[in-house]
């Protein structure tokens, strides 16, 4: 098939940007949307002209390096679906596609639809973690049974890869999906418990201070997330948030 | 036989210690120096590779006190490849009652690795399996649990019993990301520097010992100098030499490969693990394969049409699937492996699938790919669900419907990454699958404390040949990363850096580091001024059709050194032509690919020689010459029991005008002795 790729191409995080067009032939319906990106690339290169940079790795769905804003939403038209599972069967012959960056204040555009997520890894490092030492010598795995069902809710929530779409696709960039996916998993889990209240006041202030928006409730972020995290984690995140501060 | 000239130098030793084989780590642990809390804030060590052997380490190294810079190419260390192991992670606490001990663990390994691996490192690896598990509940790893909250188990490929542990079919990820929070928690206390997108272009020697590194900011393109009173080098395997695999698009063997060059030995780069399950490739612009994790093959049964026609109609689309009778299929594991039917080791399923495809029963348009079929286990789990029910005389379909819903819940996540990929519906309709490249067995080389042959130069996890012989069984490698990472790495590398208290920093502005350095750039300036006519995927695609097409599942003699020729020449070619855009000063990813392709060039070709010289069939080594009648592995106990560390012919200066043939690398030789089971043939009937 032929395509009309209009493609936000910025030179840096100063340059001011601006979108390109580009014409592609011969994309074919079992390439995923990020092969057709290198076709592009290969054709740009042997042009003398430079790729188009963009963030992938692991091309099945689960390292969360990949983004990219297509035709307007996060991980484009498919539900459940990061950006490299995303197949061009999805589009027809003859479609404009556009294609943006991550676009929020606390993502700054390194290069083209390359954008810096550090913000999220610094969320982590302020209580994304259960304070033990690896040496092994804890209690044996068994010593505390934990009911299935908790079980199987910290897995879910624990699932977040990441990625930054939920930031992405809210209006008011706002991290929380993110944050009470972890806040959520450890809460479930009674290893998680002890420092409940700590984790979830200083995971919130350093989400605050990254310049992350506030959650309005509109739950975009439930929709575009492609490992389906729920909206109840953010319901639980408020719940602990509130206990914490009645301590 | 074919014998070829290979230059051969002074044997190595492993560093063993005495002992009968289940003391050993404990001899060994009682034995070594320590250092002082007070001394290790004195000491710094370089992490490379943030994965669970490189997160796991980095924490673990900080946690006892000392300072830890950590390194990763991509933007975070939760991005590591581990994070897409799917199927689970093995360890010996026999939770199952089947029978399961550390000797079984320890054996099933040796055996399962057809005996090219270390009898004390393997022993160790199992002896530590259930602390990883431990420890990995403590910080809030959701593993799966049964109805009384207890931990669940699956069984994979090569045994006998149930000891594999799992996360649905995100093990890796939910394993990576205890091994990232625990380094978060190191970071936060500033005792790990972290350099996200960095990557590392050069190993610095000093003396003969690794004292630093050379990296690039993969976002500035600013090249660096870090030194360290030891490195680590957590760096992952080099499927990708293949071009197509199921690794990410940015696993590389650069950092390796560029030690490897400064001296470090490379051991057993033929022994490749290619995965017998693996979505297979459609079209000529697919960029990687994607996995289907070998816990399918707890439900699924391989099976291809028993008559050729049948698999003509059905590359044709004349015939579906589920239109074959089943009289009318042919369940080739279950017939040629009765006892393990299909969950003999992945070695051993590849080979079985290649030759029914070889045969002509493949049974896609490509004609390569054989069926994994769920009717059967979704029809016993919906009869299972029906009883618990209590439902009387349920429908087929209601068989079905609940049969369904327990594979949900076991693989959902990789019945829906299949039909994103596939478009078709596996509950359905059977999938198809081919082998693909997956897992490197052979890295560099490492005595039993982990270390290189140089000194102070430590590798961890896949970037190490050390622990699964020429075969790695299914759930091993997390447990391998993790162990290394966790739990014996920390001990082994404080043994080394008791000689250092009184060293104090050491400098980055001498001339070793000056020569790195400069090295580094006149490379990347090569790349960047040459404006030849060919792009980096040109020349990555045509070594990956000569190493899969001659290096792959199925090798010989006369192959491999067509292979080593065509390497050779592609890679003058590459040299000649490249052409890399951009510049070296800012974020440019063609520049990163360049560097992995001229090394995998390079890797490539060592890793033919290495196959031409085994003259052997072992694991995932299969030297057509030397097979059983009935088409098995056919080992040479009497001149290939050992590991083939090979040592860098040249001094790795100029590659891009002055040609280094690998092919003409040293080989060192470390026996192996196996005093605690006997080589057996290994059998799967």
Known sequence: ?247 | MTTINVKEGSPLQAHIPEGNLPDKWTIYKDKIRLVSPANKRKLDIIVVGTGLAGASAAASLAELGYNVKAFAFQDSPRRAHSIAAQGGINASKNYQNDGDSDWRLFYDTIKGGDYRGREANTYRLAEVSGNIIDQAVMQGVPFARDYGGLLDNRSFGGVLVSRTFYAKGQTGQQLLLGAYSALNRQIARGKVTMYNRHEMLDLVVVDGHARGIITRNLVTGEIERHSAHAVVLGTGGYSNVYFLSTNAMGSNATAAWRAHRKGAYFANPAFVQIHPTCIPRSSEHQSKLTLMSESLRNDGRIWVPKKLEDAKALREGRLKPNDIPEEDRDYYLERRYPAFGNLVPRDVASRAAKERCDAGFGVNKTGEAVFLDFATAIERYGKEQAHLKGLNNPSKEEIKELGKKVIEQKYGNLFQMYEKIVDQNPYETPMMIYPANHYTMGGLWVDYDLQSNLKGLFVIGEANFSDHGANRLGASALMQGLADGYFILPYTIGDYLADYIREGKIPTDTPEFSEAEEKVKKEIDFFLNNNGKHSVDYFHKKLGKIMWDKVGMSRNAEGLQEAIKEIQELRHQFWKEIKVPGKANEFNQELEKAGYVADFLELGELLALDALNRNESCGGHFREEYQTPDGEALRDDEHYAYVAAWEYPAKPYERYSKPVFPSESILHKEPLKFEFVTPTTRSYK
């Open chain 1, 1 to 247: 098939m032929k395509l009309n790729l209009k493609i936000w191409r910025q030179n840096g995080p100063n340059d001011k940007g601006r979108m390109v067009d580009y014409k592609i032939d011969g994309v074919d319906s079992d390439m995923s949307f990020l092969e057709m990106l290198d076709m592009l690339n290969e054709q740009l290169i042997a042009k003398g002209e430079e790729p188009v940079a963009f963030d992938h790795d692991c091309r099945e769905g689960i390292c969360g390096m990949c983004s990219l804003y297509i035709n307007g939403e996060a991980h484009g038209p498919d539900r459940l679906t990061t950006t490299c599972q995303l197949h061009m069967r999805k589009f027809k012959d003859g479609d404009t596609i556009y294609i943006e960056p991550w676009r929020a204040n606390a993502f700054p555009v390194i290069k083209d639809l390359v954008v810096d997520r550090s913000a999220l890894d610094r969320i982590q490092q302020a209580g994304g973690y259960i304070s033990v030492n690896t040496s092994g010598r804890t209690v044996d795995a068994n010593n505390i049974p934990i009911p299935k069902k908790d079980a199987d809710d910290a897995f879910d929530a624990a699932t977040c890869i990441g990625c930054g779409a939920c930031v992405a696709t809210c209006k008011n960039s706002s991290a929380m999906l993110f944050v009470s996916a972890k806040v959520a998993q450890f809460a479930k889990l009674p290893q998680g418990r002890v420092e409940a209240a700590d984790r979830v006041q200083n995971m919130i202030a350093a989400m605050d201070a990254e310049g992350f928006g506030s959650c309005t409730n509109t739950g975009a972020c439930e929709v575009e997330c492609p490992k389906g995290i729920s909206l109840t984690n953010i319901a639980i995140l408020n719940k602990e948030f509130l206990l914490a501060q009645t301590k």
